[in-house]
């Protein structure tokens, strides 16, 4: 079974500090990798794709590792509003549709 | 990005009724559109791929008589909640692929369902 796990937390963040967020996948025909974000009782949002050669939009750093099939993501300086929750998604490899961790919940404190 | 909206944002029902959600792409075309349903600290677990002018395809699991998913359009899908019960209580969420199935998804913003 396809499975894409990540630690739940909370992370407990002080404002300002840089965090990183871990996930692992096990199909490793997976193909398309995301980082999505999800507010309390909101829908998910896109925040980047994943690309094998790591990519960076502002304070956020994301990076492949295919051998080890893990995705990380790096959260530089962190703000208020960075709170949420962090999901991880894969797709691809046979897959129907995209596969989604349970989510990293963050929290940064003032 | 796309956008996708969905009618209503949330509803509370007696058991036994059944419930109609409305996922609408309001920029462009869906051929394809996804139903996800989230309980509380889970992750979306796909329920169905929504498919215009043909017939879903479910995801081991869930019942095809129990929510049926009718795709007449290109730009609206149809999920209906039928009979509900308690159990069915949770977050439904659509969602608008921007190419291919395993591409970015664009998400509605959901419906709260609360099943009494």
């Known amino acids: 079974r396809k499975e894409v796990e990540q630690d739940p937390g909370p992370f407990n963040v002080p404002e300002g500090a840089t965090v990183a967020f871990n996930c692992t996948y096990s199909?490793?025909?997976?193909?398309?990798f995301f980082w999505y974000r999800q507010d309390c009782r909101k829908e998910p949002k896109l925040l980047m794709s994943v690309y094998s050669s790591g990519n960076e939009d502002g304070r956020f750093t994301a990076q492949l590792n295919r051998a080890s099939q893990y995705i990380s993501l790096l959260i530089r300086d962190s703000k208020l509003s960075d709170s949420a929750t962090y999901l991880c998604v894969v797709g691809g490899g046979g897959a129907d549709g995209l596969t989604f961790g349970k989510g990293t919940h963050l929290i940064i404190q003032p | 990005g796309a956008v996708v909206s969905q009618h209503p944002s949330w509803v509370i029902c007696k058991s036994g009724t059944s419930v109609k959600i409305e996922c609408r792409s309001l920029?462009?075309?869906?051929?394809?559109m996804f139903w996800y349903r989230q309980f509380p600290k889970q992750s979306l677990m796909l329920m169905a791929t929504s498919n215009e002018g043909s017939k879903a395809t479910y995801e081991q699991g869930v019942e095809k008589d129990k929510f049926l998913i009718n795709h007449a359009s290109l730009t609206l899908s149809t999920l209906t909640v039928t009979s509900a019960h308690p159990e069915d209580s949770s977050f439904y969420i659509c969602?608008?692929?921007?190419?291919?199935?395993?591409?970015?998804?664009?998400f509605g913003p959901g419906t709260r369902l609360t099943v009494l």
């Open positions: 199909n490793s025909a997976s193909q398309s």
């Open positions: 969602s608008q692929p921007l190419r291919g199935p395993t591409d970015t998804q664009y």
């Open positions: 920029d462009f075309q869906a051929t394809t």
